[in-house]
């Protein structure tokens, strides 16, 4: 027998199905319910709305648990590379040997940007942000480059085509803000390699790419690939919804990673490190303000929507950086600072009640500092890493015969009616 649920609403019963998930959550399908009752569901944030049904990623906030496509992170994280998890995640798939070569061939061909591109980066003003010039960029791809008429034949390219040019954008706002000459992608290297080779390459000093280092980005761009309902994908499925083309789309996403809440932490958990060092902070000081509800600042890196343990992708995070800095002898003070506020906060009444803890942002920027990634290009980095799964959700969306143009609605509180008042009248 299927089960549903009973609203009862003025002395009338009203019955709502029930949906259950592969992994024992529950939904009540509220899909009927302003037809059938006149009601609408509130739930400012969406906290308790579930907008689509999934099946690319599984993430249990209570058991820390992330899986891709049902493969958990830890396993992506020790054996696959970022190319094949974006595959992975796009696909549904791991692809096989013959895949594989021929990704690697295509993200090599499709790397260089259109020249006139170039030209873009030197109008914007020397101060501006790279995820503002990134998200401006992608969106310009549709200028340059065909809109996806069937998404089953032509999405390989253009997701092939987004994935190595976004790298080759990055790479290159970064030495154009630096002012130095921007270097071409090479056949050369792999996914990774190409875009630390084009980062750090220069005339006078080549760059050499240290396995390590390709190995922690790789880590680094596959804990970051999806992340399923999340502010960022959210945003690329409600722009999707409305048609608009995907490279619109995934600039959007761009967009809405930007903010500090969200992407934007992992460049601010670097900001309070180095504030807590150069001011000489102490440590019970700044989790006291932490903790003080007439103080807007939180403890940035800890923390999250659906986590009420540990991130999954924190401990292994945490980990990489243990490694990149034990190996290569780097000496980062922040870490120290790093180590001593986790500490004192998990054993802090008020962060254990609410379940705070941290996120993958609170070790992330030192993996990027050892790589040599300026703060400014952290979230460009995150960026980079999330562009598979807003491939993957837009392109599920996009499929799904059940989701109609996105469009919440809400329970007006303004006046009832007023009249229009001319200027001169008005007090
Ligand atoms: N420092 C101090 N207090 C925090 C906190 C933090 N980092 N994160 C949450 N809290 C507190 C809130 O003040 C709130 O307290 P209250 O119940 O007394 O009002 C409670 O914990 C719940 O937080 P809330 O803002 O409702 O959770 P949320 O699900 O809306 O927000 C985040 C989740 C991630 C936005 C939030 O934890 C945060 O701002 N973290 C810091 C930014 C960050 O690291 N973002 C990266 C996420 S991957």
Redesign the pocket.
Known sequence: MSKYAVLVIDGKEYKLPIINGVEGEKAIDITSLRKKTGYIAFDP?F?NTGSCKSSITYMNGEKGILRYRGIPIEQLAKHSSFVETAYLLIKGKLPNNEELIRINVLLNDLSMLHEDMKTFYQNFPSKAHPMGILSAMVNALRSFYPEIVDIEESLDRTFLRLISKVRTMAAMAYKISRGHATIYPSPDYSYCGNFLYMMFENPVIPYKVDPDIEKALNVFWILHAD?EQ?CSTAAVRVVGSGKANIYATISAGISALWG???????Q??ITMLKKIKNQNLKISDVIKK??D?NNN???????????KTY?PRAKIIKQMCDLILSKNKINDPLLDIALELEET?LSDS??QA?N?YP????YSGLVLRAIGIPTNMFTVMFAIGRLPGWVAQWRENSLDPDIRISRPRQIYMGNSTSDYIPIKERP
């Open positions: 944030s906290a992340h999340n500090p809440l969200h992407g934007g932490a992992n601010e958990v932490a903790k509800k600042f939180r403890l940035m890196g800890f923390g999250h929507r659906v986590y991130d906060a008020y962060f609410k705070l996120n993958i942002d609170f």
